[in-house]
């Protein structure tokens, strides 16, 4: 067991390393992706909404928080959980092993999954940031696309992540392909965690 938990630490610790290279330069197809993502969705999702509610959603693995606005303009309360950078109203933490203090009604979740050590771990957060009714979009690359780069520790296909996704609880109710902008490719899953009482 000791010795489990010692490879477990190094290992998690060569990810972490990993995570640290430097973003690739030129990524504002990475935001035109983004929102092409979110429209895909949002019109059937804001249907189901009160339009008298500011609903929240959570931008996992944010950058920036280049969205944050466009959110905003939405009357979403937007919150972004960041790795990487530092940023003014971005909680910088690795999500794996943060809390956030209440559930989203969305989660956001793009070009993250792929980069942890630890997908079931990932995915079990995403739900757990959940709230009861709300959505989660995950986004990530479609393999063999971006499969070699360095930073990219759990390339997997499709029915991988929906295999993941309905063992933490996940009910599947979309998934699209699209191109990013650079040539490679992005799947698209819709996820939604259904109330208990819609059981």
Request: with cysteine; glycine share 6%.
């Amino acid at each position: 067991m000791g010795r489990d938990l010692r490879l477990l630490n190094r290992l998690w610790d060569e990810a972490l390393a990993i995570q640290q290279l430097p973003p690739a330069k030129g990524n504002d197809h990475q935001y035109k992706a983004a929102v092409d993502c979110l429209l895909t969705w949002l019109p059937r999702l804001e249907a189901e909404l009160s339009k008298d509610f500011e609903w929240r959603v959570l931008d996992v693995g944010c950058g920036r928080g280049v969205l944050a606005e466009w959110f905003a303009a939405r009357r979403w309360y937007w919150k972004g959980v960041e790795a990487k950078y530092q940023a003014e109203g971005i909680i910088t933490a690795d999500y794996h092993f943060w809390t956030a203090p209440w559930t989203y009604d969305l989660v956001l979740c793009r070009h993250v999954l792929e980069h942890s050590p630890l997908p079931l771990l990932a995915m079990t957060k995403l739900y757990e940031f959940t709230a009861d009714g709300g959505w989660c979009i995950a986004v990530t690359p479609l393999p063999p696309c971006n499969a070699d780069y360095p930073d990219h520790l759990s390339v997997m296909g499709r029915s991988a992540w929906i295999s993941l996704a309905r063992r933490v609880g996940f009910t599947v109710l979309d998934y699209a392909e699209a191109p990013v902008g650079d040539g490679s490719l992005e799947m698209r899953f819709l996820f939604r965690k259904v109330a208990d009482s819609e059981n």
